[in-house]
């Protein structure tokens, strides 16, 4: 429809007139849907899976809504809060990761003043770790704590000093990471209960520990001194290991022969006692007998270990003619 501009005050007025009578009419209907969509838009909400619905009526806690579509009061008289509560979160120090993936990149940016840090033997170590968390309670992180990440970040730097100034740097750099990660953790968490945070430590990761850039060739030649050392003391022990086991082993078994032997000569010296006395015995009850046996037995005994023999009879004119037994006990 063509709009016609009005020649005169009284026809603009009448036009004007018109068009208010027909904003008129549609006034309601628009101020009714205009309602109804803030009503909706204000009421229903819906929470996804992994998150739970925190819902303040006035600023006072009201309930706590699972995953799904709900309704709340509309006009901002309940107002609600969605927490992830199944998220790991992490928080990184000394370092900051860009971009995460094949070929993570990092910022260039130095971290001294949350990596520094000084260890139980007064030396200074460049400390860089992660701390991953979840969330536990959302009532107890929206009302008791004002900033999360930020309260988990100063609380896991106070712990992590408190930890590393209990070891030495070696300790530190080398052999007690597992231990400086629980400790933290335990710490940590202790701490993050004491407020009421409502945040849960999963783990606490040690990335690198290292002596300061300024000092790390003098550190390098120190634990190359230290490792140079360790290597000496292995091979003496190894030589020692060696060599007494050895001459304990061979003291003993001279030992055990020596045993061996007085016991042995003693056994013998007891028995020839024990012969004679019985020997004796036997010559006093009969010392005819006794004399010629111990005769026979003491030939017996000789006759065997000489060469040839000799017997002359007093009366005799010449050698007896004998019998000539070899040594192999055969006629000749």
Do not use: C
């Not at 770790?129 to 536990?136: E, G, L, P, Q, R």
């Amino acid at each position: 429809m063509d709009f016609k501009v009005p020649d005169t005050p009284e026809e603009l007025f009448r036009q004007g007139g018109k068009y208010i009578n027909k904003f008129n009419k549609w006034l309601p209907m628009f101020i009714i849907f205009f309602l109804f969509g803030f009503f909706a838009l204000t009421s229903f909400y819906s929470v996804d899976q992994g998150e739970v619905g925190v819902i303040r009526r006035f600023g006072k806690y009201t309930k706590t809504t699972q995953p799904g579509l709900h309704w709340k009061l509309p006009f901002n008289i309940d107002k609600l809060d969605k927490v992830r509560i199944e998220r790991v979160f992490k928080e990184e120090f000394g370092f900051r990761t860009l971009k995460a993936g094949v070929s993570t990149k990092y910022s260039s940016k130095s971290y001294d003043e949350e990596a520094l840090m000084l260890t139980g033997d007064l030396n200074v170590l460049d400390v860089s770790w992660i701390v991953h968390f979840k969330i536990k309670d959302p009532i107890h992180l929206l009302f008791n704590v004002r900033n999360p990440r930020e309260t988990v970040r100063n609380l896991s730097e106070a712990a992590m000093r408190q930890v590393i100034g209990d070891y030495s740097v070696n300790e530190a750099i080398t052999t007690r990471k597992n231990e400086i990660n629980q400790e933290v953790k335990n710490l940590l968490q202790k701490a993050l209960d004491n407020y009421k945070s409502g945040v849960q430590i999963d783990k606490i990761e040690l990335q690198e520990v290292l002596p300061p850039s300024v000092v790390k060739a003098s550190f390098n030649e120190v634990n190359e001194a230290e490792q140079e050392r360790e290597k000496v003391i292995n091979q003496s022990w190894e030589a020692y290991n060696k060599v007494i086991p050895k001459a304990r082993g061979q003291a003993e078994k001279t030992i055990r022969e020596a045993e061996g032997y007085a016991l042995a000569r003693v056994a013998k010296a007891r028995g020839d006692a024990a012969k004679f006395l019985d020997t004796w015995n036997a010559y006093k009850s009969a010392k005819e007998v006794t004399k010629r046996r111990l005769y026979l037995e003491t030939l017996e005994e000789i006759i065997p270990k000489v060469g040839k023999i000799f017997i002359f009879e007093p009366e005799a004119n010449s050698i007896l003619p004998l019998l000539n037994l070899s040594e192999g006990g055969e006629l000749k």
